[in-house]
């Protein structure tokens, strides 16, 4: 087993917990603690779960249930949300569930925070009911306050969100456009993009959060992490095969509206793709990490270069659980090539 090196490129993963042609949503969640726990031992640095609601292929609907999970299977990895969409949630509740993670798994526990529902608006209403706070910035306010048991600058508030005063878990802003950039730049907070489903933004988001950041008690310098769809395999064949079912649900989903189960490589390798469908599929694997381990390297190495990425975070919505722990090793075994190269930029920059 190949683990990262000390001045590897810092590899993360963010899960969604896929539901796969064939199986269910329990076995899609077991799946996820047994990858979880492979990563862990391959040295990546965090494990975080998506949030995603009336999504037959995404079984990641409760992020601290799931983290609670990952990180009592696990001995190194911090484990996070990417993110809790705060519009779903009372401030308070979060503040009460990741006090009390933090509590639980002391300095292991990273509170991702997003501004968007994350899901159809439909199911948003079912979810929030009360939509007379829409202010992302006032509800991020009230959940920073009740870590610290007070506003901002301001006076106590009314309700004690036990066990939260006393186990903040480091706080990060998610996005996927200049907003939450901003906001996380102007907070002083570290930053997660979603390459993955927004690479023209990702760019001009880095370059804002970078340009406008202004040092706070948790971070002195920017920080920010780059989610993107990795899919490795032994040779450039099978990884483009691996990543056919990914492509063809996207497809699927913009043609249709409908989203089922990810299809196997089988089905995906034999649907009968029209011309533009099939350029559409091309187009879409060319836009992500995918290849066996030459081209992955060649790949990973101009992404951090042309994103400055801080840190990698793969998501690899691969169908098998062997297939995606074969492309997390490829994927550490490329940090560990490209650590020398990092190195130099660090000491250079």
Same mark, same amino acid.
């Given at each position: 087993?190949?683990?990262?090196?000390?001045?590897?490129?810092?590899?993360?993963? %963010?899960?969604?917990?896929?539901?796969?042609?064939?199986?269910?949503?329990?076995?899609?969640?077991?799946?996820?603690?047994?990858?979880?726990?492979?990563?862990?031992?391959?040295?990546?640095?965090?494990?975080?779960?998506?949030?995603?609601?009336?999504?037959?292929?995404?079984?990641?609907?409760?992020?601290?249930?799931?983290?609670?999970?990952?990180?009592?299977?696990?001995?190194?990895?911090?484990?996070?949300?990417?993110? #809790?969409?705060?519009?779903?949630?009372?401030? %308070?509740?979060? $503040?009460?569930?990741?006090?009390?993670?933090?509590?639980?798994?002391?300095?292991?526990?990273?509170?991702?925070?997003?501004?968007?529902?994350?899901?159809?608006?439909?199911?948003?209403?079912?979810?929030?009911?009360?939509?007379?706070?829409?202010?992302?910035?006032?509800?991020?306010?009230?959940?920073?306050?009740?870590?610290?048991?007070?506003?901002?600058?301001?006076?106590?508030?009314? #309700?004690?969100?036990?066990?939260?005063?006393?186990?903040?878990?480091?706080?990060?802003? %998610?996005?996927?456009?200049?907003?939450?950039?901003?906001?996380?730049?102007?907070?002083?907070?570290?930053?997660?993009?979603?390459?993955?489903?927004? $690479?023209?933004?990702?760019?001009?988001?880095?370059?804002?959060?970078?340009?406008?950041?202004?040092?706070?008690?948790?971070?002195?310098?920017?920080?920010?992490?780059?989610?993107?769809?990795?899919?490795?395999?032994?040779?450039?064949?099978?990884?483009?095969?691996?990543?056919?079912?990914?492509?063809?649900?996207?497809?699927?989903?913009?043609?249709?509206?409908?989203?089922?189960?990810?299809?196997?490589?089988?089905?995906?390798?034999?649907?009968?793709?029209?011309?533009?469908?099939?350029?559409?599929?091309?187009?879409?694997?060319?836009?992500?990490?995918?290849?066996?381990?030459?081209?992955?390297?060649?790949?990973?190495?101009?992404? %951090?270069?042309?994103?400055?990425?801080?840190?990698?975070?793969?998501?690899?919505?691969?169908?098998?659980?062997?297939?995606?722990?074969?492309?997390?090793?490829?994927?550490?075994?490329?940090?560990?090539?490209? $650590?020398?190269?990092?190195?130099?930029?660090?000491?250079?920059?």
């Amino acid at each position: 087993m190949t683990t990262t090196q000390p001045d590897a490129i810092p590899l993360s993963v %963010l899960d969604f917990s896929p539901v796969v042609s064939g199986s269910d949503p329990g076995q899609a969640l077991r799946d996820t603690i047994t990858i979880a726990q492979h990563v862990d031992q391959l040295g990546y640095r965090r494990y975080w779960m998506a949030e995603h609601h009336n999504a037959p292929n995404i079984a990641s609907c409760s992020p601290p249930i799931l983290m609670d999970r990952i990180a009592s299977a696990t001995t190194r990895l911090r484990v996070g949300s990417g993110g #809790v969409m705060l519009p779903n949630h009372s401030p %308070l509740v979060v $503040a009460e569930q990741f006090g009390t993670l933090e509590a639980l798994h002391p300095g292991r526990i990273d509170m991702g925070i997003g501004r968007a529902a994350g899901t159809d608006p439909v199911t948003a209403r079912a979810l929030r009911r009360d939509t007379s706070n829409d202010d992302f910035g006032e509800r991020l306010a009230e959940l920073i306050g009740y870590f610290e048991g007070s506003e901002p600058g301001g006076p106590a508030l009314p #309700v004690s969100a036990t066990p939260a005063e006393g186990n903040r878990p480091p706080l990060w802003l %998610l996005g996927s456009s200049g907003n939450s950039a901003r906001t996380a730049a102007m907070l002083g907070l570290p930053f997660a993009f979603a390459h993955h489903f927004s $690479a023209e933004n990702t760019i001009p988001a880095l370059k804002l959060y970078r340009e406008n950041f202004r040092p706070s008690a948790q971070l002195d310098r920017p920080y920010a992490i780059v989610a993107a769809i990795v899919i490795a395999a032994d040779t450039d064949e099978r990884a483009e095969y691996l990543a056919g079912p990914m492509a063809l649900s996207s497809l699927l989903q913009r043609t249709t509206g409908i989203t089922g189960p990810y299809p196997s490589p089988e089905e995906a390798a034999a649907h009968p793709y029209g011309p533009q469908e099939l350029q559409y599929v091309r187009e879409r694997v060319a836009a992500h990490l995918v290849g066996g381990p030459e081209t992955l390297e060649k790949k990973v190495a101009a992404f %951090l270069e042309r994103t400055g990425a801080d840190e990698l975070m793969s998501l690899t919505l691969v169908h098998g659980v062997e297939d995606r722990i074969r492309s997390f090793e490829i994927l550490a075994e490329t940090g560990a090539r490209l $650590a020398p190269r990092a190195a130099a930029q660090r000491a250079a920059g």
